[in-house]
């Protein structure tokens, strides 16, 4: 369970992260992870957008904080969606790497009513990071969300129901877990295209570069 306390004393972890992590080339590293393992779900499965028999398979690990990660979902992310998920060419899901548990939180948030608004809340928060992880006093992080998340329709009360949902919270526990200790994902944002293993906010032109010779384009 995350508690304001919890999130509000962890604030200025979720932004040193920002530093701690250094956005890295698409080329700096790229192992490839046993498919079997990676297409393992976790306790709440994954929710992906584009078809099962889509040619590439994109798994992003990523942390709500993470700025880096807000950055690939600025200027990557809409391009990458429009050109091949949408169109069905690539499969694509996001799994939870949280860094702090203000990041631990925002995902809870985002998995609420079985994640139907997963990808419109994911996108919210990354796309106004700056207005609720990173804040300034009097105004505390925990609120600024809860005033951003009513946008998307979360009243105080659901949005307090979200943060104490044990079974959320363990699950997304659980994926970080696993992607560090099976996948071995250490850092935020990483890519898994068909396997291979990608690290850093990769640019539209890094993801094509691995993308087009798997679509045969």
Same mark, same amino acid.
């Given at each position: ?8 004393? *962890?604030t200025?972890?979720?932004l040193?992260?920002? *530093? ?6 698409? #080329? ?5 992870? +046993? ?16 078809p ?7 798994i992003? *690990?990523? #942390?709500?904080?993470c ?5 690939f979902h600025?200027?990557?992310w809409?391009?990458?969606? $429009? ?15 949280? @860094? +702090? ?10 998995r ?5 608004k ?8 990354f ?9 300034q $006093?009097?105004?505390s992080?925990?609120? #600024? ?9 979360? #009243? ?6 979200? @943060? ?19 996948? $071995? ?11 291979? $293993?990608?690290?850093?906010a ?16």
């Amino acid at each position: 369970m995350i508690t304001r306390r919890d999130a509000l004393r *962890y604030t200025g972890l979720a932004l040193g992260a920002a *530093y701690l992590l250094p956005k890295l080339p698409a #080329s700096a590293w790229a192992q490839s992870a +046993d498919m079997a393992a990676l297409m393992q779900p976790g306790p709440l499965g994954d929710l992906w957008l584009g078809p099962d028999d889509a040619k590439c398979t994109i798994i992003e *690990y990523a #942390s709500m904080t993470c700025s880096h990660c807000a950055h690939f979902h600025a200027t990557t992310w809409p391009e990458l969606r $429009k050109r091949y998920i949408d169109t069905g060419k690539v499969r694509f899901t996001l799994r939870e790497f949280p @860094l +702090d548990p203000l990041a631990t939180g925002a995902f809870m948030l985002a998995r609420c009513d079985g994640g139907e608004k997963y990808y419109p809340v994911t996108d919210l928060l990354f796309d106004q990071q700056k207005n609720w992880a990173f804040v300034q $006093k009097p105004q505390s992080p925990v609120d #600024s969300l809860e005033q951003l998340l009513r946008q998307a329709g979360y #009243s105080k009360e659901k949005f307090e129901a979200c @943060l104490k949902d044990q079974t959320v919270y363990g699950a997304i526990n659980a994926v970080k877990a696993r992607g560090m200790d099976v996948l $071995k994902v250490d850092s935020t944002p990483t890519f898994f295209i068909n396997g291979q $293993k990608h690290g850093g906010a990769m640019t539209l032109e890094d993801m094509e570069k691995v993308i087009k010779p798997i679509l045969g384009a």
